[in-house]
């Protein structure tokens, strides 16, 4: 078990471009999350997904936000048109149904210029 | 609302010092507890969590936490600092539907003098 794994760990784009992360959660772990922390604050959820199944989505999370699971496994959070507000670390996390606590990945810091 | 509030952004403390990181919660009902401690540019790692029981909460690296329902507070302490304990340190709360959705304090960054 290596973990929540993140990929890529930075990421720089210019504005209106678009971006997309990875993140691998542990193998047996049926619900994923994804967090946004920007720089001096705590992290704030974004949305949640429970094997496929996108349960719960934030306010924060706009429409040029799309966040996929497409097989229970593996997550995408993309970014259209990218703003120099998206700035931030994106964290994913991944925990077991009941669990009620997970294990948060490294995270991937994107700067948008 | 919900929210959670650390009141301190910085705290030094000499090392072999005590520590005391104070966290207050504002929730509908008594949630999930946690901290977390982040270094620089890593994610987040689980010091100790409070779900019931015990009031008074071990965890890793030596810390331990108290849950005071009348305060609506969660504490984190440790008797004696290392300079490795360096960090942000991060409480947070979340539902007792276990959904993991949590709400997370602006945290407080330690800094240990030699």
Known sequence: DTGVSQDPRHKITKRGQNVTFRCDPISEHNRLYWYRQTLGQGPEFLTYFQNEAQLEKSRLLSDRFSAERPKGSFSTLEIQRTEQGDSAMYLCASSLELQGSGTFGSGTRLTVV | ?114
């Open chain 2, 1 to 114: 609302a919900q929210s959670v509030t650390q009141p301190d952004i910085h705290i030094t403390v000499s090392e072999g010092a005590s520590l005391e990181l104070r966290c207050n919660y504002s929730y509908g009902a008594t949630p999930y507890l946690f901290w977390y401690v982040q270094s620089p540019g890593q994610g987040l790692q689980l010091l100790l969590k409070y779900f019931s029981g015990d009031t008074l909460v071990q965890g890793i690296k030596g810390f331990e936490a108290e849950f005071k329902r009348s305060q609506s507070s969660f504490n984190l302490r440790k008797p004696s600092v290392h300079w490795s304990d360096a960090a942000e340190y991060f409480c947070a709360v979340g539902p007792r539907d276990s959904s993991y959705k949590l709400i997370f304090g602006s945290g407080t960054r330690l800094l240990v003098r030699p």
